[in-house]
């Protein structure tokens, strides 16, 4: 469950996004804050995942507040919520490192979109692995749902040849034993591969021997 501490310094609408919240599955609202002091305390105490930090509080500006609350909760993270529309305030919250800027008001879809990209990106991305992958990272930074071109001369019909070629295999496939079944190069064949692999499409094994390890690929879920 992902710990939420909700900072902000309308009472009222800190309820109504702690509402939204207590929706959406995988989270817990685990508190609440009005001012910056009672922020710093409460995230100390609380040692939540995630605070929804609004910018305009009455003793502090809430983006100056970061650092603080990252002082007493080194591994937090940080939501902006805000009626602050103005791009040099956008551009300081994206450099202090936050994983999203949602601009009041906003709907509980809207507010359960972000969370759940955190959710599916940011704590897998914690929690999963010692090393990333390029999907990984991907996904982070939203471009999991647009995937990138193919790579110049390649074809989405090949594509989908090769992506049928390891389905049907009974394991994993080297790019020459794609080659040879479609009737393509090798380096051909890698291209798709290795472009299946970057889109978190396809995994790699390696098969170690003489020589550098072969790389083998494996349709995810596979």
């Known amino acids: 469950m992902i710990k939420v501490l909700i900072v902000d310094d309308d009472f009222m609408v800190a309820k109504v996004h702690a509402g939204f ?15 910056g002091a009672q922020a710093v305390a409460e ?50 919250a ?14 509980q879809t809207d507010l359960q979109e972000r969370l759940e990209h955190y959710r599916s990106a940011y704590q897998s991305l914690a929690a999963s692995k010692d090393v990333a992958e390029q999907s990984d990272v991907n996904r982070v930074f939203g471009l999991d749902r647009a995937k990138r071109p193919l790579p ?19 394991g994993d496939l080297s790019a020459a034993e794609v080659a040879e079944e ?19 499409l396809a995994e790699v094994r390696l098969k170690y021997g003489v020589g550098r390890p072969e790389r083998r690929y494996v349709l995810k879920g596979a």
């Open 21 to 35: 919240i207590q929706r959406t599955p995988g989270f817990a609202v685990v508190g609440a804050a009005h001012t």
């Open 43 to 92: 995230t100390e105490r609380l040692q939540p995942d995630l605070v929804l930090l609004d910018i305009h509080l009455p003793d502090i500006n809430g983006l100056d507040l970061m650092q603080r609350l990252r002082a007493v909760a080194p591994e937090l993270d940080v939501l902006v919520i805000s009626a602050a529309r103005e791009v040099e305030t956008v551009r300081k």
């Open 94 to 107: 994206l450099r202090g490192g936050i994983v999203h800027y949602l601009i009041k008001p906003f709907s």
């Open 152 to 170: 110049k001369g390649c074809s989405i019909e090949t594509l989908k040849l090769v992506e049928a070629a390891l389905n049907a295999a009974a």
């Open 182 to 200: 479609l009737g393509t190069s090798r380096v051909s064949a890698r291209r798709y591969l290795e472009y299946l692999y970057d889109e978190g």
